[in-house]
Every structure is written in C-alpha cells, then in structure tokens.
C-alpha cells in the first residue's frame, strides 16, 4: 500500500500546481483575448496609424515565492525567421497588479519603481505596437506574464529581447498569456 500512497501524494502535488498556475491570470481593457489588437495599441511606423499605446494590463494569482514578474509582447508570425519582440519589461517588484495604458513609453515613467524596459526588435526599449506586413495574414500577439522566483535579473544594458528571454524562462514559477491578432 505504500507506494500507492506515494502515486496519490504525487499526483496531488502535480494537481495543486497545475491549480495554481490556472489562477494566475493576465486581463486588459483595451485588448480581449482572442481580438483584433485596436488601432490605440497599433504602430504608428512603417505604415502602420496607430498611437503606439501600450496597453492597460491587470494581474491576480500569483504564486507562492514570486518575487518579481517580467514581460514580454511578442509576434511569431513576423517575416524574420526568429519572430518580433515588441515589448520586454523585466524586475517589475512582486507587489505590482497592474500597468497603466502608456506605460510602454520610457519618456513617460509609468513604470512601478524599479522595472527595466528591455530593447525589442525596432532597436529600443519601449512598446512597439503590431505594424506587419500589409496584406500579410494576421499575426499572432502574445502578451506575457511571468512570475519570477528573483528581485532582480542581472540583464546588461543594450541586451537583446532573446538574452531577456532566456534569463526570464530560467527564473519562472508560472506564466499567463493574453493572445491577441492584427492585419493590415
């Protein structure tokens, strides 16, 4: 009997993990899950007329032992062969549950003390909204949140969105994506 009592522990520790990856959740007023992105949060570059406005995130339900969160925006479908990062913020302090609309833009500070806006893919630190190809077929945005198990990542200044990743993907303790579409 004991190793079916052992199978039963396991699978209820496996279970209660699970359970609290799906209450970590990632929400926004201005993109809906499953959406077209709209023209506030679009580019406003290479064609694109949008306003280039980050926008407004909310999160609940992190888990035990976060004490930091990173994130990232980033297109698979970009025509680059490694995808477009369009927005990197990592050492975002445990006690944040939100980001106000604009806070993508480093002139404006909106940022909780003490985040950091990683470079993206247009060459800098900041938001950069959806601008693909015209006539492309709709590419896919995924917003991410990530629960982090440090303060801090020790990033270089100028580093890559990829180098970010990496060091994020390292220190997760859970995720939650808000997913959105856009075209032109």
């Avoid at 396991?10 to 209450?23: E, I, R, V, W």
């Avoid at 032992?65 to 975002?92: C, E, Q, R």
Wanted: charged residues 15%; proline residues 10%.
């Amino acid at each position: 009997m004991k190793p079916r009592v052992t199978i039963l522990i396991a699978t209820f520790a496996a279970l209660s993990s699970a359970g609290a990856q799906k209450s970590f959740k990632l929400t926004s007023r201005d993109i809906q899950e499953g959406k077209t992105v709209p023209n506030p949060q679009v580019a406003a570059v290479m064609g694109c007329t949008g306003n280039n406005i980050s926008p407004a995130l909310s999160w609940s339900g992190a888990p035990a032992g976060t004490k930091s969160f990173a994130l990232t925006m980033y297109d698979p479908d970009a025509p680059t062969g490694s995808g477009w990062w369009h927005w990197v913020v990592y050492n975002i302090p445990a006690t944040a549950t939100s980001l106000p609309a604009g806070a993508g833009d480093p002139k404006k500070n909106l940022l909780p003390a003490g985040s950091v806006q990683g470079n993206t893919d247009f060459g800098v630190p900041g938001y950069g909204g959806p601008c693909p190809p015209p006539k492309d077929k709709p590419h896919h945005y995924h917003i991410a949140l990530f629960a982090l198990d440090t303060d801090k990542l020790d990033i270089p200044p100028g580093a890559t969105a990829a180098y970010v990743g990496f060091n994020i993907h390292g220190h997760t303790l859970a995720k939650t994506q808000l997913n959105a579409l856009y075209s032109r």
